[in-house]
């Protein structure tokens, strides 16, 4: 799997743009960049996912650099409630034998009113 | 719609006993698997099942050990527990075509004494 690099923390303000960081340098043309987030006690919550191509749902917006070699996640009104650790994960999406996750320390957001 | 669930949602345990932890997985959803959480570090890998099989697992020792249910539903049993087991165990769930969006249980908090 590609190692990934992510700040430790963030802030943000309540309303304003929250965008997280996530550098994948070794990442290989098979492998997708994966988000998710854990919020305090909770278990982590899948967020968006993406191979090259810019993606966006209800929960974030995903920007893959041409090269691939970094990432963004972007929340665009961010609220106290997305205060969380949010993971970047690098994998095949599809095939071979290594289903599981792996997690690093992920970005711990913090959302100040 | 239910999500994951797990049970118990705590439990406190002595070095030397064993324990079962449970998890039912997302409506439709066919795979379980299995996450270790210590304090202030990422989920760890334990295993997977699907079909009643455990598909991969990770680097645990065999003391850990799970089963999968016809219904899908899930348990993961560790045996002469360690006071490094204390940790926060997490099931998450997903469809075998979409194995890197999983969905997570709230977790169960085990403290070994």
């Known amino acids: 799997d590609a190692k990934t690099t992510q700040p430790p923390s963030m802030d943000c303000a309540e309303g304003r743009a929250a965008n997280l960081p996530c550098n994948h340098s070794?990442?290989?043309?098979?492998?997708?960049v994966y988000w998710y987030r854990q919020i305090h006690s909770q278990g982590p919550q899948y967020i968006i996912h993406?191979?090259?191509n810019n993606e966006t749902n209800e929960m974030a917006s995903l920007i893959i650099t041409e090269d691939r070699k970094s990432s963004t996640l972007i929340l665009p009104h961010a609220t106290l409630r997305d205060t969380a650790v949010y993971y970047c994960?690098?994998?095949?999406?599809?095939?071979?034998?290594?289903?599981?996750?792996?997690f690093g320390k992920g970005t711990l957001l913090t959302v100040n009113p | 719609d239910a999500g994951v669930t797990q049970s118990p949602t705590h439990l406190i345990k002595t070095r030397g006993q064993q324990v079962t932890l449970r998890c039912s997985p997302k409506?439709?959803?066919?795979?379980v698997s299995w996450y270790q959480q210590a304090l202030g570090q990422g989920p760890q890998f334990i295993f997977q099942?699907?079909?009643?099989?455990?598909?991969q697992r990770g680097n645990f020792p065999d003391r850990f050990s799970g089963h999968q249910f016809p219904n899908y539903s899930s348990e993961l049993n560790v045996n002469a527990l360690l006071l490094g087991d204390s940790a926060l165990y997490l099931c998450?769930?997903?469809?075998?075509?979409?194995?890197?969006?999983?969905?997570f249980g709230p977790g169960t908090r085990l403290t070994v004494t």
């Open positions: 998450a769930s997903s469809l075998v075509g979409l194995i890197y969006e999983q969905y």
């Open positions: 070794t990442i290989s043309g098979n492998e997708y």
């Open positions: 993406g191979l090259k």
């Open positions: 994960i690098v994998r095949v999406a599809r095939g071979g034998s290594n289903y599981k996750l792996t």
């Open positions: 409506s439709g959803h066919d795979t």
């Open positions: 099942y699907y079909e009643e099989e455990e598909r």
